[in-house]
T-cell receptor, first 112, second 114 residues
Framework: QKEVEQNSGPLSVPEGAIASLNCTYS??????FFWYRQYSGKSPELIMS????GDKEDGRFTAQLNKASQYVSLLIRDSQPSDSATYLC????????????FGKGTHLIIQP | DGGITQSPKYLFRKEGQNVTLSCEQN?????MYWYRQDPGQGLRLIYY???????QKGDIAEGYSVSREKKESFPLTVTSAQKNPTAFYLC?????????????FGPGTRLTVT
């Protein structure tokens, strides 16, 4: 059974600080890793994808992947109140067009 | 405007009735997916289709059925055999991104069965 684990939170971060979200996965053969943002009552929105070990930066977001430790993280710099949402980590085991395995999400609160 | 549409946004049904949820995309994506989300939970995969006229069961396919007669459409039927059908249902489609497949979601359908 493939598993993706996240701390459910809530994670409270002051406005302007760096928010750090973490995720571990059980399937060592996993190929693709994703972070989705989900506002309350809405559908998930893809914000980052990462496939290789190391860091990938896009604007205020940085995704970090360590396949040896089976660990994925998302850093949000200069956190804004609009970043308050649930962040879902998702993993694609096969690397192809198979479905994703999701964690339960981390609820992030940015305090003004 | 390209995108994924799901209808209706809210759906109410009586126990014992089958119900079909619509999902349409005009993004020319080959693969489509159905997930359900329960309160405080992550998404769980119901069915997916990588190509027209072919589909595979996901982790929780029991009590559901799908069809893929057109590239643009992937309807989901929730049958009376599904024990706990009340949930938020999300349809997605995928394209090949920089290094791999990326899934994008429609707005979802909230199904309530009483």
């Amino acid at each position: 059974q493939k598993e993706v684990e996240q701390n459910s939170g809530p994670l409270s971060v002051p406005e302007g600080a760096i928010a750090s979200l973490n995720c571990t996965y059980s399937d060592r053969g996993s190929q693709s890793f994703f972070w989705y943002r989900q506002y309350s009552g809405k559908s998930p929105e893809l914000i980052m994808s990462i496939y290789s070990n190391g860091d990938k930066e896009d604007g205020r977001f940085t995704a970090q992947l360590n396949k040896a430790s089976q660990y994925v993280s998302l850093l949000i710099r200069d956190s804004q109140p609009s970043d308050s949402a649930t962040y879902l980590c998702a993993v694609n085991g096969g690397g192809g067009a198979d479905g994703l395995t999701f964690g339960k999400g981390t609820h992030l609160i940015i305090q003004p | 405007d390209g995108g994924i549409t799901q209808s209706p946004k809210y759906l109410f049904r009586k126990e014992g009735q089958n119900v079909t949820l619509s999902c349409e995309q005009n993004l020319n994506h080959d693969a489509m997916y159905w997930y359900r989300q329960d309160p405080g939970q992550g998404l769980r995969l119901i069915y997916y289709s990588q190509i027209v006229n072919d589909f595979q069961k996901g982790d929780i396919a029991e009590g559901y059925s799908v069809s893929r007669e057109k590239k643009e459409s992937f309807p989901l039927t929730v049958t009376s055999a599904q024990k706990n059908p009340t949930a938020f249902y999300l349809c997605a489609s995928s394209k090949w991104g920089q290094s791999g497949p990326e899934q994008y979601f429609g707005p979802g359908t909230r199904l309530t069965v009483t």
